[in-house]
């Protein structure tokens, strides 16, 4: 075997091995909570969670509220008066959105964009 197809089989094993995952930062316009809520398919090794931010972006500060029958904060780097004042509107967001937000957890990683964007125009607002 030449060393051109080896790398091709490398490269399309590396790909095969890649999670394929969905994501949308949601703006309050969306969800009735001031600030971001990031919302994904499964990620990492962690259950089903959703992101606060103040302001979008990975680096940013944030707290992570669990997708569960009782929601609860399950991470956090925001200060904790920040944390104290935001997580109960995004667990009551949560929990009035859990089965779809499940729904997406789970299976939002085959959806087509079109679905992706069904599946956010449904979501309640608090």
């Not at 499964?42 to 997708?67: L, N, W």
């Not at 087509?112 to 964007?117: K, L, R, S």
């Amino acid at each position: 075997m030449n060393e051109s197809k080896i790398a091709e089989i490398s490269a399309d094993t590396r790909l095969a091995d890649e999670e394929v995952v969905e994501i949308a930062n949601l703006a309050s316009a969306q969800t009735g909570v001031p600030g971001t809520i990031f919302i994904s398919t499964a990620m990492g090794q962690h259950g089903p969670r959703v992101r606060y931010f103040e302001r979008p972006g990975k680096t940013q500060p944030s707290f992570s509220v669990s997708i569960a029958d009782a929601p609860a904060v399950v991470a956090n780097s925001l200060p904790a008066r920040a944390m104290r004042q935001m997580s109960p509107q995004v667990i009551a967001w949560v929990s009035r959105n859990k089965d779809a937000l499940l729904d997406f957890w789970q299976h939002g990683d085959s959806w087509t964009q079109p679905e992706v964007n069904d599946f956010i125009q449904t979501l309640q607002r608090v």
